[in-house]
């Protein structure tokens, strides 16, 4: 008999050998199912993201940027892919992009200066015009979470800007943690945007045309 | 001591999908369906 190993069967696996030992209702189960979905889909995202960097020698600059992005994204949303494949392969591709700029683009201060005070610029306008940008699977309701979630994100960007500054005052040349973070939040910021919508629904339905499935 | 350690893996990963429920949305770039459960 052929098992099909899909994420489900592996989450299965995990809420029987928890129910092996405790009790739980079908809340919990469900509750519980969705928390080890998320778990296993952040770990497939993150491994294709970092086993390429890792190979390219990126590491450290791909592991900023997706860091960078995830703690504005949690509060700021942002444009989706279809699947958890997608996700996958579309973060990888985009962030060891990414991860190559600070390794072959070498910038000095007065330029990265610039650049962070764009990305600061933009983030400010992106966040203000669009975020909190939620998805069909996951609508944002009410007036008070928009707001508080569109306050976290300019809090997030403030945070970042304030750690960008100081670094800028006090080191003498740019470092792999400010160039590789501008390039996180920029890319998360974009991501918030009309275009960024299009943008990645595009490259998800190529990736959906690459791997035959239906558009 | 393992039913503890499983009761402390509970607790985490139901904090964990709480907080992404009051979060704009996942970390990556795939928001999965959310149980009835947890919107109610």
């Known amino acids: 008999m052929n098992k099909a190993f899909t994420i489900d069967y592996y989450i299965n696996k995990v809420l029987d050998f928890f129910k092996g030992y405790m009790d739980i209702d079908k809340k919990q189960n469900a509750v519980l199912s969705y928390a080890i979905r998320l778990v296993i889909n952040s770990i497939i995202a993150y491994s294709m993201a970092l086993i390429p960097a ?79 940008a939620d998805t069909p699977s996951k609508p944002i309701t009410t007036k008070a979470k928009r707001q508080v979630l569109r306050r976290n994100s300019f809090v997030v960007v403030c945070i970042w800007c304030f750690i960008s500054i100081v670094w800028f005052i006090k080191a003498s040349h740019v470092t792999t943690y400010i160039y590789a973070s501008t390039l996180g939040i920029l ?27 239906e558009i | 001591m393992k039913k503890r350690l499983l009761q402390a893996a509970i607790t985490l990963l139901t904090f964990l999908a709480l907080s992404n ?3 704009a949305t996942s970390v990556m770039g795939y928001q999965p369906e959310i149980p009835q459960e947890l919107l109610d």
Not at chain 1, 195 to 212: E, H, I, N, T
């Open chain 1, 187 to 213: 890319w998360q910021s974009f991501t918030v945007t009309t275009s960024g919508y299009k943008l990645y629904s595009v490259a998800d339905k190529a990736l959906l045309y690459f791997r035959r499935e």
């Open chain 2, 21 to 23: 429920i009051a979060s």
């Open chain 1, 54 to 132: 890792l190979i390219f020698g990126n590491f450290n600059n791909v592991l900023i940027i997706t860091l960078t992005f995830a703690a504005l994204r949690v509060f700021s949303g942002g444009a989706h892919n279809s699947s958890i494949l997608n996700c996958s392969i579309n973060g990888a591709i985009i962030s060891n992009i990414l991860g190559f700029l600070p390794k072959y683009l070498v910038l000095n201060k007065s330029i990265m200066f610039s650049i962070i005070i764009f990305t600061f610029l933009f983030s400010l306008w992106a966040i203000g015009k669009y975020a909190p």
